[in-house]
Structure formats: C-alpha cells, structure tokens
C-alpha cells in the first residue's frame, strides 16, 4: 500500500468534520472509497497562513485542490466512482460544474461577504482557530478573497459592485439547489445505492449551509425546505462521520419515507419561487439598462379623473 | 406608479412577436473577433435558427462596449437590448419560443449542468489558451483585439483586456498554470469526453430534439475546430471524437446551410 497520507484541513464544528467546504470534499470522498487519511487540522497553527487548504501529504507529493486530491486517490486505486457507467462519469462532471458555477458564488457570500454572517459566525470562528497574532487578519484576508473571486467571476464591466450581483446569484444557487433535488429524487445518493464523488462534492457545499448557525440566510431556509438534500446530508453524517460504529443505510425505516407527490408539490412550489425571483430582477436590470431614446411605446391609460371630468355635462 | 408602467412594459415586451429586423452584434469577423467570442456568437446564432427566428448578424468595432453586460454578442429586438445565451434563452422564452418545454425536471436539471460543464471548462480554457499563454496573447489576441484602434489606443485597450482575463483566472485557481503544464488541454479533453459519452449515437443531446444544449456545444467546438491559433492541440483534442464532428458536420448542414461559417 502506498505510504501514509496526511490531510491538513481547516477543524470541525456544528456537528461536522470540517468546517471548510473544499476539506468536507476531500473527507468525504476518502470515507467513501476507503482510504484512510490522517487528518491534521490547520487550526491553531502557522499553517493557516502558509499552507493552501486543504492539501494532501502523501510521502514526498504534495497534493493541492479538491479535483486535483480526488485524481490522487484514484490513482492510489481509492476510486469511488469505479462502478459507474461511462455516461455517469459524465454526468458526475456536468453536475460537479453547476455546483462550482451555481453555488459555489452564493456560499461564499453568504459566509464571508453577508454583513451579518461574517460578524457574528465567520469571523469570529476563523479568528478563533488562528494563533495570535495571525487571527487579525486571516479572517479578513479570505473574505477579500472571496470577495473577489465573486466580483470577478459574476460582476459585470469594470464597474464591479457586490449588490449588483447579489440578486443574480442568490437566484442561481435557490435554482442550482432545486436543479439538484430534482436529480437526487427520494434515493440516498446520487447514482445508484453507494456514494460517489458526485456525493462528496454535494455534501460538501451543503452540509455547511445546512448546519451552520447563521443569522440571515435565505439560501439556507430554502435548503431547509428542500428535505431530501437535508436528508442526504444527514445520511452520510449518521454513516459515516459518526463517532460509533456506522450504522447502515438500510436501518432507514426509523425516518419517515417521503411522500413522492408532497416532494414535488414542495420542488414545484420552490421551482415557481425562483422563477418569479428571477423575473423580478430581470425586470429591475431591464429598468436600469433600457436607454432614454427607446422609450417603450405605452398607451397611458387615460387617467380617470379626466374622463369622468370629459363626461361631466358642459 | 411606477410599478404599473413596469408591469405594462413587461407585459408588451411578452406581447410583441418577434420582428423581422432583429439583429445580433458581433465584433468584426476578419480581423478582429477573438475565438471565445466567435464561439459565443455562434451559439446564440445557432440558437435562434434552431427557434425558427429570424437574426441578422452585424459586426461593429464596438460591439463590446455597446453590449448591457459588456460580454459578446448581444441582439437588438424591437426596442429590447439582450446579451449572452442564457439571458436570449429567457428572453426568448417570454416571447413564447423554447426549445427545452417538452424535458421533464430531471431532464432540465441535467441539460443545465452540461451547459456549466461547457462555461466552466470549455470556455475557461479558451480564455486561458487566449490570453494567458504569452506566445498566443502576442502573437493573436493583442494584435486582433486591437486592430480597429490606432496606436497607442489600440495597446492600452488590449493590454488592460489581458490583464482583467488574468485577474479572473487568478480568482478561479488557474493563475499559475502554463500551457506546458498540459492541465489546460486534460481539461479540454475531459470535458470532450465526457460530452461525447453523453451524445452517444444520438443525433442532438436530448435524443431528437434540438436544445439549447446543442447550440451551445455546437458554437464552441465549431469554433475552435475552425479557428487557427498557434497550435493545433486545442483542436485535436476535440477531433479525437468522432461523434462530436458528425455532431457539428449535422448541425452546420441542417441549420446554417444558407451561410457561410467558415472564418479565413
């Protein structure tokens, strides 16, 4: 077997592993294919400052990034996804790609860039992970990252302001999410009965946004509503995150089976939401961009007042 | 007040049919258009011929900067300004065209992931290719973006065009990469392939139906399978799959047999 391998990774809170979406990937996927890592949390150390997160230390390799760490794994003969179809393996990139574009924007948001969130949960969990005097500025220091990474890829022209794109990509992610609860349907995983990376790369993005203590969050009380996606969460937590011994999927039968029909009463109603949310931003950007010469060709409605004043005998 | 004059313009831009004078905006197409644009341009072309709507394709100099988002193309309908493909999909569809009605939710969900899987690696490495590789930025993509702005407009104009792509690549994790580094081209690649295990033996993506899916995919690899650049690699990448160009060969015959696509 190949030599040990280290995982450095920001800690675990809220019940989770790991608070830091691209570790909750990586963890996810090595308790899913089998591999074991040794994991060494960055919290309390210099590493948070000089190490890119997460990273896998595997002898003399050095592994950065989530897809990059999956592709090792695999190598390594760790491959979770070794019985799917060549046609899943390509849905599995298709949908890995949504998340990324979709998602990933809102989350950041509503961690790092959401007045609220930031003050009250984020900052203060990172500054509290971080050696003196390094929590001054770590938390600060990721937000304007994230801050970026939104402005950049989302913002538009060179006038790059946050509240214009807000609206936009709280609309993607509410969609994003129904897009991907309508593919989960009433199964435990993706593809089939046994998760893959797929799952991994999901129960990363939504297990933070699902137990994370936040303030004000629209994103996360509509993924509260979503119960299948919090179900799957909760399903890989319970097998394989718990500290005893994993229970079996198949020991379902304590929860509820959901009613397919309510589901996709539920989806159908979420579905009309974001449509109508996005019809609303689409006419507010509408009304800031149609130019002063095109004036829309509008019959005014003759105000009334001066009808019933035509219609009053001279 | 002004909510009911909103409401109102809603509702007669729903209303007025599609005219016959609408036209899409482009760079010019000789010398100055650079491939990821060309391939955005092509796919909304082949979207709305697939719709049955009529377009017609002007090149301005200036295209970019007329355009609401800043991005290529952009199409002038009635007194509407809309740019990008998935604001003209919407568009389109409030005007009662759609090509994805007859897709059950599941359906839906998947053709939107493959259209990311297309912006995320498809249109990334592009821009990547373009302007982040040295050789290329200076051999194509400066000399053409700049080339209707005389000197030293024409420079500064490109120069700051490069360095917002490498800004954004940056912020996604590339920054660093070289060509060299081959990741480029693996992603190219895998995205091919999986696109090409996805169509499979079928003639569109959703069996036989044209979506938007297919005008997207066809509008990228057309491009980039037509478009010279410094090396072939990028190219090659796509034509190892043999189903994607009897995909693009299909669609180019079925839906542009009237035009000539092919750019010197």
């Known amino acids: ?314 | 007040q002004f909510l009911l004059a909103d409401r109102f313009h809603l509702k007669s831009t729903a209303a007025e049919p599609w005219p016959e004078n609408a036209t899409l905006y482009q760079p010019l197409m000789d010398d100055q258009i650079l491939l990821s644009d060309h391939a955005s341009s092509l796919s909304v072309q082949a979207y709305l011929r697939m719709c049955g709507l009529p377009i017609q394709v002007v090149c301005r100099y200036n295209a970019e900067y007329m355009s609401p988002s800043g991005k290529i193309p952009f199409i002038h309908v009635g007194n509407q300004v809309v740019s990008e493909l998935g604001p003209v999909v919407q568009f389109t569809k409030a005007k009662g065209h759609s090509l994805s009605d007859s897709l059950d939710d599941v359906q839906r969900a998947e053709m939107k992931a493959y259209m990311e899987l297309v912006y995320n690696m498809l249109l990334t490495s592009e821009l990547f290719v373009q302007w982040c590789d040295d050789a290329t930025a200076g051999e194509i993509s400066r000399p053409r973006y700049s080339s209707p702005y005389s000197w030293p407009l024409g420079n500064i104009l490109a120069y700051q065009k490069q360095w917002e792509v490498r800004r954004k690549m940056n912020a996604i994790g590339w920054g660093g990469k070289t060509l060299e580094q081959v990741q480029v081209y693996e992603d190219v690649n895998q995205c091919c392939q999986a696109l090409s295990q996805r169509l499979g033996t079928q003639p569109y993506f959703f069996n036989k139906q044209a979506t938007e899916l297919d005008a997207l995919v066809f509008g990228h690899l057309f491009t980039i399978l037509t478009t010279r650049l410094t090396s072939t690699e990028l190219a090659e990448r796509v034509k190892s799959y043999s189903n994607l160009l009897s995909f693009c060969r299909r669609i180019e015959q079925t839906y542009f047999e009237d035009k000539k696509l092919m750019k010197d």
């Open chain 1, 1 to 314: 077997m190949a030599a040990a391998m280290e995982l450095r990774c920001w800690g675990g809170d809220w019940g989770l592993p790991s608070v830091h979406t691209d570790s909750l990937v990586v963890l996810a996927y090595a308790k899913f294919s089998g591999a074991k890592l040794s994991v060494s949390p960055v919290d309390w150390t210099w590493k948070t400052l000089t190490a890119s997160v997460p990273e896998l230390v595997c002898g003399d390799t050095v592994v950065q990034e989530p897809t990059q760490i999956l592709n090792f794994l695999r190598k390594q003969r760790f491959n979770a996804d070794y019985e799917l179809t060549a046609r899943q393996g390509a849905d599995t990139m298709a949908y890995i790609a949504l998340l990324e574009e979709k998602l990933r924007p809102a989350l950041l948001h509503t961690f790092w860039v959401d007045a609220e969130n930031y003050s009250n949960l984020t900052r203060p969990w990172f500054a509290s992970r971080s050696p003196f005097p390094l929590n001054f500025f770590i938390p600060s220091r990721l937000a304007n990252v994230a801050l970026t990474r939104i402005l950049v890829t989302r913002g538009e022209g060179l006038l790059h302001r946050i509240s214009e794109v807000e609206g936009k990509i709280y609309s993607d992610a509410k969609e994003c999410l129904n897009l991907l609860s309508y593919r989960l349907g009433t199964a435990d995983y993706f593809f089939d009965n046994s998760p893959t990376s797929l799952d991994a790369f999901a129960f990363g993005f939504l297990a933070p946004l699902h137990k994370a203590d936040l303030a004000s969050s629209p994103l996360q009380s509509h993924l509260r509503q979503l119960d299948n996606l919090t179900r799957f969460c909760d399903n890989i937590l319970a097998a394989h995150f718990s500290p005893d011994k994993p229970r079996k999927i198949a020991a379902r039968s304590g929860l509820l089976p959901p009613v397919q029909e309510t589901m996709d009463a539920n989806l159908q109603k979420l579905t009309q939401l974001v449509n109508k949310e996005s019809n609303l931003i689409e006419k507010m950007d509408d009304n800031l961009r149609s130019s002063p010469q095109h004036k829309p060709h509008r019959t005014e409605p003759k105000p009334s007042l001066s009808s019933s004043k035509n219609s009053t005998p001279a």
